[in-house]
């Protein structure tokens, strides 16, 4: 066992350690193997050369993002200080697999091997269908595809459309006119793209109808040029729905289509469009589906385990 004195180059360590030293708690639990001492802007390292070595490296690149965004989140500090086997990068941050630089520095990139097939197909086909359960990150990966798109300038507009099935539920109960009534079922929409974009700019964008978040009734009769346009919840589009969404495409567009076949809540009556395109579109030259399943899962990690145990339950029956 060996000691080193690592020597923060930070304009504010209080900080940088965080509120009651929230942000060091989580460091330390990423480095169980070393003993670590902080004193001000000192931080004593006791542990083997090999644990100090991987420490110093990933704590100078932490202070890079705090000296780039002036703050730190636990989710930042993962993917920097940790390895793969907890969430992080193993220390290797490369700017060229950063989709956009969120609020609050936080690096949205991604972070499974289906996610990245999903960034690497945009780059050559302009429609994309990913499908997977709950918590892939299948949409909010899209969504940081449109942004990057809009920041890029690469196009105009940003379409964010679902149809108006809710699971289990009626919207018709709820106060206020109908945008007020479908607010809350977009709310996974609205919050992806807070995360991304700063408030005002966010504001502003809807505002302006740069960004549109909007029922897949309220496609019908356009032309989406210049444009990303998402459908999430595609499963619970019809068949004549779905048909009716992809014919928007118009010049410079990419489509991103996104569901989980595992949640229809059509009636019993109506085919699910999803199903239907997965049959009649695949193979076609232009056209990608990429299939996520729980190893993609980037929610709690109970998440993957409640998933599977779903799966079981229906393979049974």
Excluded: C, W
Excluded at 30 to 35: E, G, T, V
Excluded at 77 to 85: A, F, L, N, S
Excluded at 115 to 129: A, G, H
């Amino acid at each position: 066992m060996s000691e080193r004195i690592v020597q923060l180059d930070v304009m504010s360590p209080v900080e940088f350690f965080g509120p009651g030293d929230a942000h060091m708690n989580i460091i330390k639990s990423l480095f169980p193997k070393l003993k670590i001492i902080v004193r001000g802007d000192i931080i004593k390292l006791i542990g083997t050369k090999s644990d100090m070595d991987v420490f110093e490296k990933r704590i100078d690149l932490l202070m890079i993002q705090f000296d780039k965004f002036g703050k730190l989140n636990e989710d930042v500090i993962t993917r920097i200080m940790g390895d793969e086997r907890n969430g992080g990068d193993g220390g290797e941050i490369n700017d060229s697999d950063v989709l956009v630089y969120g609020r609050y520095g936080k690096l949205i990139k991604a972070l499974t091997v289906n996610q990245k097939k999903m960034v690497d197909s945009s780059e050559t086909n302009d429609l994309i269908f990913a499908i997977g359960p709950a918590g892939t990150g299948k949409t909010y990966t899209a969504v940081a595809l449109a942004v990057r798109a809009l920041k890029n300038k690469e196009i105009k507009k940003i379409i964010l459309a679902r149809p108006a099935i809710e699971a289990g539920e009626s919207l018709g109960f709820l106060p206020g006119d109908m945008k007020d009534k479908l607010d809350p079922y977009l709310q996974p929409l609205y919050d992806a793209l807070r995360d991304m974009l700063p408030t005002q700019k966010f504001l502003s964008y809807i505002e302006d109808e740069t960004i549109e978040v909007a029922p897949l009734a309220f496609m019908r009769g356009r032309t989406l040029s210049n444009a990303y346009a998402i459908l999430d919840e595609a499963q619970n589009a019809s068949e004549s729905q779905l048909k009716m969404f992809l014919t928007r495409m118009g010049k410079s567009s990419k489509f991103i289509v996104t569901g989980d076949v595992t949640q229809i809540d059509l009636p019993k009556q109506k085919q699910s469009g999803l199903l239907q395109a997965q049959r009649l579109l695949e193979g076609i030259p232009g056209i990608e589906f990429i299939k996520l399943d729980g190893r993609d899962v980037v929610r709690h990690k109970l998440v993957t385990k409640i998933i599977s145990a779903y799966n079981k339950s229906s393979e049974i029956k």
